[in-house]
């Protein structure tokens, strides 16, 4: 269901981490980070090398994206 299930799970504790201290004061504004971390993974750092590194090495790799999500 997931090509990257690793990075869809870091992306998952990072937003539970962050609903977790939503009671604390000012907590909305630690929504920062969640949100870095899922623009750098799904965007920069994560997803992208992972998808040029597999393009490149794996026959077929096409296909499997077609039809599969990257990350949900």
């Excluded at 949100?35 to 992972?50: D, E, I, N, Q």
């Amino acid at each position: 269901w997931s090509r990257h299930p690793n990075y869809f799970g870091e992306i998952c504790v990072w937003w539970g981490l962050w609903l977790a201290a939503t009671p604390a004061p000012f907590a909305a504004l630690t929504v920062c980070s969640p949100l870095l971390v899922t623009f750098l993974l799904a965007k920069v750092s994560g997803v992208p090398m992972a998808e040029r590194h597999m393009r490149d090495e794996r026959p077929g790799y096409a296909a499997y994206v077609a039809r599969t999500s990257p990350l949900i």
